[in-house]
Each structure stands twice: as structure tokens, then as C-alpha cells.
């Protein structure tokens, strides 16, 4: 892929990439760059249940009395 399409139909490059295809980009003929997907990020449990300890409380009940203030129960 040249540059010129790479500038020209960048959406739809990223779009392939997306989809897991790997992409040459060149210039003058000649390969410059590779555009690739990233690997997935993985995050390890030790840093999940960190994060999870420190979400704020959610009083369930005042959540639940708020819903029902702003969304028509008949719906």
C-alpha cells in the first residue's frame, strides 16, 4: 500500500487492519512501514481485583430509587 492510499483511504486501512490484516505501506516502490493490530491488552487478576478494590460504593437501593425517578416503569 502506498502512502498516497494510506493518506487517501485511511478509515477503511484501519478497518483491515482491524480485522487482523497486516499492511505494507511504501514509498517510492520501496516498504517503509508495517501497519499491524496490536495484541490484546492482558491484564493480570492481581490488577483486576486493585482496581475492583478501589471503585467507590454504589448504594443499590438509592441507584434503583433513581432509575425509576427518570424511566417510565411501563415501558
Excluded: C, H, K, Q
Excluded at 28 to 42: H, I, K, N, S, T
Excluded at 49 to 55: D, K
Aim: glycine content about 6%; proline content about 7%.
Amino acid at each position: 500500500m502506498s502512502i498516497r492510499d494510506l493518506r487517501n483511504r485511511g478509515g477503511e486501512v484501519v478497518d483491515r487492519v482491524l480485522a487482523g490484516e497486516r499492511l505494507v505501506v511504501t514509498r517510492d516502490g520501496r516498504p517503509v512501514a508495517e501497519l499491524r493490530p496490536l495484541p490484546p491488552l492482558v491484564v493480570d487478576a492481581e490488577t483486576l481485583l486493585a482496581r475492583w478494590r478501589r471503585l467507590p460504593y454504589v448504594d443499590l437501593d438509592a441507584f434503583r430509587a433513581d432509575v425509576d425517578d427518570v424511566v417510565d416503569s411501563s415501558l
